[in-house]
Every structure is written in C-alpha cells, then in structure tokens.
C-alpha cells in the first residue's frame, strides 16, 4: 500500500516528536513553532493506516507566503521507505523552502537530496566546558524579576535579561531565551562597541551559563555564519560548534 500524508493538530504528532526530540538530544531551534497557532501545517504520514512518521511545514511569522520544510521524521523501523515517504509528503504539502539543522540527519539526507541553492545561515552552539574568566571590573545585574525568570523557563517562552555594568554604566547586556524544547535556553549577548576586546563577551557568556545551571536548564547558543566576533566570543565562553541551520530551495 502506498504512503500518505494528511495534516493534523500538532497534538497527534506529539509522540513521535518526543521521539524525535530524544533521538536529537540538544536544542533544536525551532521547536517552538509547533505551539504558535497558524505557523505550521503538520503532516502527518501513514503506512497501511498507521502513523510513521510527520513532516512540518512552517507557513507563517518569518516564512509567511514561504513554505518552507522544517522538520521531517520517520520511525527507524520505517526508514527503509523513506525516501518514498518525503517525496509523498512533498507532493502533498508542497513547500518551497528548507530550513534544516544539519545534525538533524534525516532531513538533512532529504535537503541534499531534493534541495538546490544550499547555504549556511547560523551556527549552532552547545555547552562545551568551563571557563574561570576574570570580571575585568564588570558587574551583572539582572533586570527581569525572578518570578518572571521560573514563568518564563516553566512555559517555555520569554527570557531572562541582564545588564553588564562598570562603574554604575551599562556596558553590555546579554540574556537567556526560553522559546526551546526542555531543558535547553539561548544565550544571547552584546558589547558596546567602545568595551570590547576587553573580554567581557566571554565573561557575560559565561556568567550566562551558570545562571543558566542554576535554573535546571542546559545552555546553547546560535549566531550568523559571518560574524566572526560573536562566535570567537561564545567559544571563549565555552560554548562549542556542533550544527549549522541549512536554508535551500526544493527542487
């Protein structure tokens, strides 16, 4: 019997999506889109009636009139088929774009495969090590309650947001997002321009991250393939390359 794909709430995929999440094991930068109603269109895809696999196609936000594959994923016990079962999904959803995070190993087989125009958009980092970087003279102060901090990680949405002071006067800010699967946060961080080269960067990702720690989340972090600055500053912090968002055109 031939495959099919039909969309479906993004509840009746769930269980295959934790299986997803469990097989990728790190922060998966888009997984939030799945609760943002009217951004995505799921595909859900049936061998003999029964569900293998689902594909996501994000339709609004950033990729309104952009349909663009998002996520795709199929039961190892159904991997055989699966190329059979992308084409039948790209039949049926009929995007136009790729969006892949390149340790996502299926669809990025599938992007190689059916993509053209291929490019790397961001880098995606996790947590490597740890570092003992000196302050230099800097002090952290946080700017969002604490209550709002513990909402914020509970709900999966929001952040946490700090200010780098010396001598009572901001000199950078930096922050932690919540908007991914659990247990993971985005450190996110900016210098002003007449502070660095100074090291405070790699103080404020590292300050980052323990307080990341300390709330019970793991920390990872993203930045644009040319800004060389920004990922020299996550690495000194002892965040580590492992993955790049592929963006691409389907053929």
């Given at each position: 019997?031939?495959?099919?794909?039909?969309?479906?709430?993004?509840?009746?995929?769930?269980?295959?999506?934790?299986?997803?999440?469990?097989?990728?094991?790190?922060?998966?930068?888009?997984?939030?889109?799945?609760?943002?109603?009217?951004?995505?269109?799921?595909?859900?895809?049936?061998?003999?009636?029964?569900?293998?696999?689902?594909?996501?196609?994000?339709?609004?936000?950033?990729?309104?009139?952009?349909?663009?594959?998002?996520?795709?994923?199929?039961?190892?016990?159904?991997?055989?088929?699966?190329?059979?079962?992308?084409?039948?999904?790209?039949?049926?959803?009929?995007?136009?774009?790729?969006?892949?995070?390149?340790?996502?190993?299926l669809p990025t087989v599938m992007l190689h495969t059916y993509?053209?125009?291929?490019?790397?958009?961001?880098?995606?980092?996790?947590?490597?090590?740890?570092?003992?970087?000196?302050?230099?003279?800097?002090?952290?102060?946080?700017?969002?309650?604490?209550?709002?901090?513990?909402?914020?990680?509970?709900?999966?949405?929001?952040?946490?947001?700090?200010?780098?002071?010396?001598?009572?006067?901001?000199?950078?800010?930096?922050?932690?997002?919540?908007?991914?699967?659990?247990?993971?946060?985005?450190?996110?961080?900016?210098?002003?321009?007449?502070?660095?080269?100074?090291?405070?960067?790699?103080?404020?990702?590292?300050?980052?991250?323990?307080?990341?720690?300390?709330?019970?989340?793991?920390?990872?972090?993203?930045?644009?393939?040319?800004?060389?600055?920004?990922?020299?500053?996550?690495?000194?912090?002892?965040?580590?390359?492992?993955?790049?968002?592929?963006?691409?055109?389907?053929?």
């Amino acid at each position: 019997m031939h495959p099919i794909a039909k969309t479906v709430a993004a509840s009746e995929v769930l269980p295959l999506r934790t299986r997803h999440r469990e097989e990728m094991n790190c922060q998966i930068v888009h997984d939030s889109i799945h609760r943002r109603q009217g951004w995505t269109l799921i595909y859900q895809l049936e061998l003999q009636g029964t569900a293998v696999g689902y594909g996501t196609v994000a339709i609004g936000g950033p990729w309104k009139e952009k349909p663009t594959v998002l996520e795709y994923y199929v039961l190892p016990e159904h991997r055989g088929r699966a190329f059979e079962l992308f084409e039948v999904f790209l039949a049926t959803a009929t995007p136009a774009f790729f969006e892949i995070q390149s340790n996502d190993v299926l669809p990025t087989v599938m992007l190689h495969t059916y993509g053209r125009d291929i490019v790397s958009e961001k880098i995606v980092f996790r947590d490597g090590f740890t570092t003992t970087h000196p302050s230099g003279g800097a002090t952290m102060r946080l700017v969002t309650s604490d209550e709002e901090v513990r909402q914020s990680l509970e709900r999966r949405q929001g952040s946490s947001d700090w200010i780098l002071e010396m001598d009572g006067q901001p000199v950078g800010k930096g922050g932690l997002a919540f908007h991914y699967n659990r247990p993971y946060a985005d450190v996110y961080m900016e210098v002003g321009e007449a502070f660095r080269r100074r090291g405070l960067g790699s103080y404020l990702v590292q300050e980052l991250k323990r307080f990341c720690y300390e709330l019970g989340a793991v920390p990872a972090a993203r930045c644009n393939v040319g800004n060389v600055a920004s990922r020299r500053t996550l690495q000194r912090g002892g965040l580590v390359p492992f993955a790049h968002i592929l963006l691409g055109t389907v053929n």
